[in-house]
């Protein structure tokens, strides 16, 4: 796969990636080169990726736990005592190995500590290869509130190798491919249609489009003043119902693209009704993603407590919520207004 070149960077694929990094370490004197993995990855990945690297400059290992709820600025403070009692100076690199949690947090550790590291993610996980990793966003949770902290700042470059996809687990892999199927929504009816069989087999050819198709859009916004916005797709609901199960003592956390998969379903309700999304459509990508994903259990006690949370979603401006609706496949719009009444009607069509 040839490799993909931004404004700011470069993502490389496969076998590319390595030459592209040691190339780029021997152009580059850096003083101390330093992994960001969490115990997954240190476990399954790093070995692999170690092996690959050609470099006299010392390597640091630095491990954080796994896991969504350790995405926060406690972690944080972790890692940039660890940078600091390390050695870590202006001319370090930090290379992000694992998934969104540990690209999103490294990015944003990078991006702050003396005002600024250099960093390289290296997406491990199906859904930080075609999300977390592309586009620069940064940053961790507040609490249970998702992303609520961060910055928009690229790194030097993103290496994705799909060997990394085998260290999975089944629920890990299909959690990516949520923001796969958004991709298609938002943007082309022909890649969605991909999806639409039962078989799915081709991840690579599939992952390099997913990444064309956010990259076309991050490079035309990159700092989600406009279109960028339409990669929230689904995202409005399905932030607030992962931050509500995993706050929720008595309920099971769900992954990212597993609350990402209700929220378009939900979103596409919605444009059935406020954008005249054809409604032969919607039951079709319903039962698309309810087949990937299987089903959610709901209660009616659940909903104001996750209309609640949101009020925290970051599209949020002048005291509006703000979603992003489609007029039909591809053509999303943003900015739109929904009441909470229509939200309810939107979980009860989840359930039926």
Known sequence: MKSIQTENYSIHFNSNCY?????HLKAINYSILFILVDENTHNFCLPQFIEQIETSCTIEIIEIEAGEEHKTIETCVGVWNALSELGADRKSLIINLGGGVVTDLGGFVASTFKRGLNYINVPTSLLAMVDASVGGKTGVDLGHLKNQIGVINPGEMVLIDTNFLETLPENQLRSGLAEMLKHGLIYSR???NKFSTDA????D?????????KNSIVTKD???????????????????IESYFLSHPEKEALLHGE?????????????TELSDFP???????????KR??????????DYDAIIELLKYDKKNEHGNINFVLLENMGKPIIDCQVSNELIIKAFEYYRA
Do not use: C
């Open 19 to 23: 030459s592209a990094l040691n190339t």
């Open 205 to 213: 050819n599939l992952i390099y489009e997913s990444v064309i198709i």
């Open 190 to 192: 022909d890649y969605w």
């Open 259 to 271: 609350a990402i998969a209700v929220g378009m379903i939900l979103a596409t309700y919605i444009s």
């Open 279 to 289: 409604k032969s459509e919607n039951e079709a990508i319903k039962k698309v993603i």
């Open 222 to 240: 990159p700092l989600e003043q406009n279109l960028r916005k339409t990669l929230n797709y689904g995202h409005t609901l399905g932030h607030a």
């Open 200 to 203: 799915i087999s081709d991840y």
């Open 292 to 301: 990937v994903f299987g089903e959610v259990t709901f209660s009616p006690t």
